[in-house]
């Protein structure tokens, strides 16, 4: 077994799929519409599907808005420096909203980026 990928829903598919593929640097894997259900999926990644763990966006067309919730925590992606990758993000008008730093009550340096949906996502210094 192993994990295949996470879906996210997203109300903004091209602003999703910028975000993703210039600020946090994943491929476009795959991208279908389904007309008869009005919704599209597209799939991106660091490396092709049979090796790698995937993002799935979800648009459904007639959707405006949704509610996280608050079961969902975030997703987590490795960098080579935290504080590089922030500043970069910040540049290309991302949005950082935990600057980088230690964990708290911890060592590890961390941060948190959040997607055009208000998606969190975690970025983890390499050999955390």
Not at 46 to 51: F, H, I, L, N, R
Not at 80 to 104: F, L
Request: net charge negative; proline share 3%; glycine share 10%.
């Amino acid at each position: 077994m192993r994990l295949l990928h996470t879906m996210l829903r997203v109300t903004d598919l091209e602003k999703s799929i910028t975000f993703y593929t210039e600020l946090l640097g994943m491929r476009l894997l795959r991208r279908k519409d389904f007309p008869e259900g009005k919704f599209t999926l597209a799939f991106l990644g660091y490396g092709d599907e049979s090796d790698h763990t995937v993002l799935e966006l979800t648009h459904n067309w007639e959707v405006a808005s949704y509610d996280l919730g608050t079961a969902y925590g975030h997703i987590a992606i490795e960098v080579e420096d935290v504080y590089a990758a922030c500043d970069d993000i910040k540049s290309r008008g991302g949005q950082v909203v935990r600057e980088p730093g230690p964990m708290k009550h911890g060592s590890t340096i961390l941060a948190f980026v959040e997607d055009p949906d208000g998606y969190k996502i975690e970025l983890l210094g390499g050999g955390r």
